[in-house]
Structure formats: C-alpha cells, structure tokens
C-alpha cells in the first residue's frame, strides 16, 4: 500500500472553541458582516503518484462531518471526524488536480488534491544523442500493468529491452558517414510517449551510395601472429600466419592496426567494412600457405593484426582472422625502477615514485617522507649489480614541521637508525641507509638494510630504520616515525611485508631488549654483531659490560669467562662462583660458565651454569659476578683474586622476565641522540675505578 506523505497542518484553537471564524468584513453599504467558519484541518494527505492510492483527512470538529469531491478518479467516504481518499491509477502524461469539499455544521473548507501523471514521475527527454560506434541509455519509470515498446519499421539499428521498471535502447555501430535518427515509442496503458533517437555518422564510415556492408566470416583456423624484431635489422619486425591442422589458408593479405583505430568504428563488422576493400585495393602482399612478411619494427603499445582473404583477382571474399598483439618494451636494468612503488610502514602503505634524475646514474623518489612529494630523495644506479642505493643526504630543502613550540621551518636531512641498549640513535656521517635490487619483471624489489661500524659502541650494527628530520638550529625534528626496513618492498599497489610494529620474540632479536632479574635488578641485552653476539650490561655489575653469545642452533645465549675491562694492575673479569671457589669454565668450550634459553612465548628467558669435569672432580657455578684480578702486589693487596664492593653477584639458575615496553623496535624521535661514525660521546662505554673494598677470592 502507498504511504502518503502527511502535512500537519497546526492551528491554535480557542479554548472550549471548535470553530475558528475570520474577522468582520465590510459590505459595499458600510455594514458589517461574520464569514462563514472553516474547518479546523489536522492532517491531509493531498498528494498521490501516477499509480493511485489512499490517503486521509483529518478534521478538528463536534459536527457532523461531509465530504464530496468534484471528480471521478477521487472518491471519498467518511467515518466520524476522518475522511478517507482513494486515487485511481492516472491515464494521462501529466498531472491532475480534484477538489474535495468538506462541511461540518455551519462551517466549510476545500481542499485541492493532486495526482501526478507520467511526465512528472520519468523527466525524459524528447530526443537523445549516441556516438556512431554504438552506445546504451537506461530510463526508468514508475508505470505498473503492461508496458509495450515499439520501434518503428526499417530501424533495426535500433533495440529495445524493458526490465524492472527500466528501459534499455541500445544502437548498433554506424557504418556510414551520415548521421540517422528515429524513435521509441512507450506505452502504459493509455500513456504513450514517443523518445527521439539520434546518432552521430561515422567519420570513417561508408557513403550513402556504396555497396550495402556484408558479413566478414571468421576463419577459426588462421592466427595472425607478432613474431618479433628482425634478427637483421632492428628497425625491422616480422608478422605472419599459422594455420591449424586441416585448415587451408588460400590466399590473403595481412595488416596491423593500432588499437585505436579498431575502437573508433566498435566492432569488427563495422570496422572491416570501413577499410578492407581499401587494404586490398591498396595492393598489399598477397600470400598463399603459412608465410612471413617484414614490416616497419612497431612502436610500443597494442595492436590488432588481421590476415583478411582475397580471391584470384585479389578482391575481398569476406573471410578475416584477427589476433590482438601487445608490443611491450623491454626494460633496461636502470628503467625497471621506474616508476610507483609501495611501501609498507606500520599498519599502512606509503608511495613512492621514482623519476630519472641523472639518466642511467642516479634517481629521485618522492614520498619517501611518508607525506607528498616535497622531499626529493637521491638514489644511485650501479650498472655492474643493477642494485640501487639510498645513502645518507643533507641539505635536501626546507620542510615544516608542528611542534610544542608552534610550526617551524628548517633543512631537511636523511639518516638511518640503530637500536642501542633499547634506545634509537640517529647515525650521522655518510654511508649506505638501503640498498635494493629489482627482479627481472620489475614486479618486485628486495630492500636490504646497510650496516654501520660504530667501534666505541663495539663494532658493526645493522640500521633498524631510517627518517627524514628537519634541522632548526640545534634541534632535530623527525617527519615520520621511521619505520623498521622490510625485507620487500613490491611494485605498485601489490604491497606486502610489515615495516614496523612490535619487535621479535624468538632468534637472535629475541633477546635484544631489557630484562627484569627480580629484586629491582635488570639485565639489558643490546645488538654488538647482528646475528652473532651482544653487549650486555647487569645494574647490579655497576656499569661493567659483558658479551653474550647467540648460539643459532638452539636459539639461546652463551655466557663465557672474559675480562671485561682493566686498570693499572687490575683486570676485571666476568666469571662464575661458588662459595669462595673461582669457576672459571669449561675450558673444553672456550670457558663456557652458563647458557641462557628463551621461553616459548619470548616474554622470559632462564640462565642456568653448565657442568663440567676437572681433576677435582665436577664443578658448576652458584653464581656469576665480576671480580678483580690484580697481576701484582700492590696497594696492600698481594697478587690474586678478589671481590668487588658493590658488585651484587647473580645466583644460578635465574629466571628473567622482558621488562615492560623493551622491543627492538621502540622508535621515539625523542629520544634519538646525534652519534656519527666516528668517535661516540653519547654513550661512552662503562669505565671501572678501582674500588677501596676488596674480598679475596680463592
């Protein structure tokens, strides 16, 4: 059932009043006189669409309420205070009105009802364009019952289809150079439209006077084909025919055409009616059986090649095969880059786009920043490997950053990053950030990080990330938050891998990050050789450093003997103990004193000593701790091993749990700190004073 659409119409009525009467008006003679009452309305549905349907009145009233209205699709009845509408389906184009007068006691109002007609409801137009290569036009009504569509004799270009409540005209390709009209006529019930159809000529058609267009028979048997560039000559290329199994070419001609030529005139009928009694007469190279031909070598792009048949007098005979042919260019080592490529950064993907810069040298790559392509990026092409590299840059123009301090402007400059000790450095000086090489289809590129030797942080690090700063006066601002480098970067839109987020729990990473040991001690675990040891510093060993171990085939640590650092006459040593025995390691395994091993889930980890035998029997360590070894007598002291004050032995097994927050790959431009590749201020390495306390350790 249609819902109406009501109108409310409030008025303010008078207290204990129903009626509402209109001020005195003046006779000709002077006197005065009361107008007659109105009704008091409350709703009216007043509006109804093409189809009919019903609607209500309501009025505000104590009398009895009449009603008629003065046409025959509008019929009313009345039920106390309501009057109810009912609309008839509307037989014409356009919209129509009925007048329903209403009557309660003395007083009396009209209200104007409307029904739409068809005109109103569909908008179309009385005429519509379509191109000469044929087009479709979808026009939708609201008519129910039954729908006829005709179009009018000798205009079979001309096709119709109507479907829920849509009408569908669609022309076929126009084959002649002059334009040509005609008409749909619609019809629905006593309704009856009639649309204008126009299309455009072809300007590559048939004139009115040229043979009437036949039907091109394709030959399933033949296959044009692209062969390639003469192997002679470069400016050469080959085409030709194969034919299948049983199949007999005869004679024929071949010809290639750009793909825009083809989509001019929309369809093969159309298009070899148009030009193949042309190509023929134009005396092309006549072939019979499967045969080659050399033609001028294609530019890049697609083509259709066509082997059209010809009978003994070389004239069309309507026979055609047709294969599509895509000359694409093959790339150099240095044009494969070319081109946008996403990057993958967190949750989310930037774009990078790569120009020439210097050709065959050098590029630029905008959308390196993580914004828009205010940063140009220099990245240089080895024609040896075909790798690209992206080396540190300054200098590379001014950029603005929001900060506490309000927006400030400054240069722009390129570093990579490292984890040290679970904080992230920006490296300065000048090296390799990445390097990429790009496969063979240039589908895809694999981004390798570089690597730093920073030797007073104890040698050679892999750079965690990268990030655009821009420098004001001392202070440096990071663009973005610099992500970890993927392993793959992949070209356009088919991006994959993850460039940042939370960091490993397993391998050598695993254990990279700061560790609680219980009783408010901590153990810190940072990279020294990616993949092979780490510098590990313990709070209660009072700024000593060891080195851990990465032993691959279990995925844990191994703790050895080693002196850790030195003064004058004293060496201090990493070592294990037991009571006030020295164990000093399995000297079998390089002095091995405990291992260390990750838990499943990378959240805590167990250092237990290892056992071994010497000519006294099996020794194992109670603890591991820092000692003195002094080499000569001196200060007191005579030459052997002591304890040192402050130092807070660590007792075997211990169990270590990840602190809260230690990842690889915590990235606060914050907390960045200016290292170079040179001498480190920064972070000096731990030097120990010789203590006034000692306990002799025997």
């Not at 060496?571 to 260390?596: H, R, V, W």
């Not at 080499?631 to 004050?645: F, S």
């Amino acid at each position: 059932m249609f819902v109406m659409k009501k109108y409310l119409n409030m008025m303010l009525a008078l207290s204990g009043t129903v009626l509402l009467y209109s001020c005195s008006t003046q006779e000709p003679d002077g006197s005065q006189y009361a107008a007659s009452p109105s009704i008091e309305i409350v709703s009216k549905d007043d509006v109804f669409p093409s189809e009919g349907g019903t609607g209500t009145i309501v009025v505000n009233t104590r009398e009895t309420v009449t009603a008629a209205s003065d046409r025959t699709w509008l019929t009313v009845s009345v039920s106390g205070r309501s009057i109810y509408l009912t609309a008839t389906e509307n037989e014409t184009l356009e919209s129509r009105y009925a007048s329903v007068s209403i009557k309660a006691g003395e007083a009396a109002s009209e209200i104007t009802v409307q029904q739409f007609g068809v005109t109103s409801e569909l908008m179309w137009e009385s005429s519509y364009d379509f191109p000469y290569g044929g087009d479709e036009l979808s026009l939708g009504f609201s008519e129910s019952g039954v729908i006829r569509v005709t179009v009018p004799e000798g205009k079979d270009w001309i096709s119709v289809d109507v479907d829920d409540k849509v009408l569908t005209i669609t022309t076929s390709p126009n084959a002649y150079k002059a334009s040509r009209e005609g008409k749909v006529r619609f019809s629905a019930g006593e309704k009856v439209r009639e649309v204008g159809v126009v299309q455009a000529g072809n300007p590559g058609g048939l004139n009115p006077d040229d043979p009437t267009p036949q039907e091109f028979i394709l030959q399933e048997g033949w296959t044009p084909k692209y062969i390639g560039l003469s192997e002679d000559d470069e400016t050469k290329a080959v085409i030709g025919v194969d034919e299948a199994e049983g199949a007999s070419l005869g004679r024929y001609f071949i010809k290639v055409v750009t793909a825009a030529e083809y989509n001019a005139a929309g369809n093969q009928y159309i298009f070899l009616n148009i030009n193949a009694h042309a190509w023929a007469a134009a005396n092309p190279e006549i072939h019979r059986g499967t045969s080659t031909e050399e033609i001028d070598a294609l530019a890049f792009g697609d083509y259709f090649i066509y082997a059209i048949g010809v009978n003994n007098q070389g004239a069309v005979n309507y026979k055609y095969a047709v294969t599509p042919v895509t000359v694409s260019k093959v790339l150099s080592p240095y044009e494969k880059f070319l081109g946008t490529w996403s990057f993958p950064r967190g949750d989310g993907t930037d774009t990078w786009t790569v120009t020439e810069n210097v050709p065959d040298q050098s590029y630029y790559i905008t959308g390196i920043d993580g914004k828009a392509d205010n940063i140009k990026v220099v990245a240089n092409f080895n024609a040896e490997t075909g790798a690209i590299t992206v080396s540190t840059q300054t200098n590379l123009g001014e950029s603005t950053v929001n900060t506490s301090s309000g927006q400030l402007s400054g240069q722009t400059n390129l570093l990579g990053k490292i984890d040290y000790n679970g904080t992230i450095y920006r490296i300065t000086g000048n090296y390799p950030i990445f390097t990429v090489k790009i496969s063979e289809d240039a589908s895809k590129a694999d981004l390798v990080p570089g690597t730093v030797n920073i030797a007073s942080l104890g040698g050679e690090f892999t750079l965690m990330g990268f990030a655009i700063y821009t420098v004001v006066g001392d202070s440096w601002y990071a663009l973005t938050t610099g992500s970890t480098l993927p392993n793959t970067i992949t070209h356009l839109s088919q991006g994959s891998g993850s460039g940042g987020g939370g960091g490993d729990t397993a391998g050598y990473n695993g254990w990279i990050g700061t560790w609680d040991a219980g009783s408010g001690r901590t153990v810190t675990f940072a990279q020294k050789t990616a993949g092979t040891d780490y510098t590990v510093t313990d709070s209660g060993y009072g700024g000593f450093e060891y080195v851990a171990t990465y032993d691959a085939s279990t995925g844990g640590i191994r703790l050895n003997m080693q002196m850790v650092d030195e003064y004058d006459i004293d060496q201090y040593y990493f070592i294990g103990i037991n009571g006030n025995s020295l164990i000093s390691g399995d000297p079998e395994n390089d002095y091995l004193i405990a291992t260390g091993a990750l838990g499943s889930n990378g959240s805590s980890a167990t250092i237990t000593a290892v056992s071994y035998t010497t000519s006294n029997g099996n020794a194992q360590a109670a603890a591991i701790t820092i000692l003195d070894y002094q080499t000569e007598d001196g200060g007191g002291y005579e030459k052997g091993w002591y304890g040192l004050n402050g130092i807070d032995d660590l007792s075997l097994p211990a169990t270590l749990t990840k602190a809260s927050g230690s990842s690889l790959s915590v990235s606060r431009s914050d907390a960045a700190v200016e290292l170079s590749t040179g001498e480190i201020s920064a972070t000096p390495r731990a030097t120990s004073k010789k203590q006034d306390k000692r306990i002799r350790i025997r």
